[in-house]
């Protein structure tokens, strides 16, 4: 009977501490030191919320970056259903999608003889990473400069300010938030109608 009730009392203890205490502790310190990111890192403009920093979003218009192929619920991209393909390296529908998103990225840089970066063509584990490569970024330059009426340097100028260096300078890899530099590039070249 006595180590029932230890037992219990362990259990009862543990739960309230990692169960309450420490999730509530968390959830207090996020909000107090980064309230921001606490809130979900969303971004505004004009007083709108257009996205947030951490989800990736759905980019087909020309004059934008576009983001990495997404298998988050069924049409790509939902928040609520966060998932990558689970498609192994023999599925014939992973190859099939691969080649025709392949395709698609050569029509941005015709005649570029260039491997296409894997991250163009392939989706994350989440579907919604909101990053790209300094290499896929800069691989649609040619795109958007047209959309846009300006050169190619002038919009891998704005991609290279949005570049986000290694985590404490070791961690991961860089990476370009796409929502925060389409922002950018609406603001420095606003589209043609």
């Known amino acids: 009977m006595k180590l029932i009730l230890r037992s ?15 999730p509530a502790a968390v959830w ?66 992973l ?4 080649r025709e998103a392949v395709a698609a990225a050569r029509a941005d840089r015709p005649g ?3 491997p296409v970066p894997a991250d163009l063509v392939t989706s994350s584990s989440s579907g ?9 970024a800069l691989w649609q330059t040619a795109r958007i400069a047209k959309a846009r009426g300006v050169s190619e340097d002038r ?3 704005v991609l290279r300010r949005h570049v986000e260096p290694r985590t404490l300078g070791f ?10 530099t389409n922002l950018d590039l609406d603001r420095s070249f606003p589209a043609h109608p």
Not at 95 to 98: F, L, N, P
Not at 128 to 136: G, K, N, T
Not at 171 to 180: D, F, I, K, Q, Y
């Open 112 to 114: 570029d003889a260039r």
């Open 28 to 93: 207090a310190c996020g909000r107090l030191f980064w309230r921001d990111r606490a809130d979900g890192s969303f971004v505004s403009v004009g007083g709108r919320v257009v996205g947030s920093e951490l989800i990736g979003q759905n980019f087909t218009r020309p004059e934008y970056l576009h983001s990495r192929p997404s298998a988050a619920g069924k049409d790509g991209y939902d928040g609520t259903a966060s998932s990558g393909t689970n498609k192994g390296p023999t599925d014939a529908s």
């Open 95 to 98: 190859a099939k999608q691969i």
């Open 171 to 180: 961690l991961g890899e860089p990476r370009v938030n796409v929502l925060l």
């Open 155 to 157: 919009i891998a100028e």
């Open 8 to 22: 219990t009392l362990y259990v009862v203890v543990l739960t309230v501490l990692l169960g309450g205490v420490y």
């Open 128 to 136: 919604l990473d909101p990053h790209l490569s300094p290499d896929a």
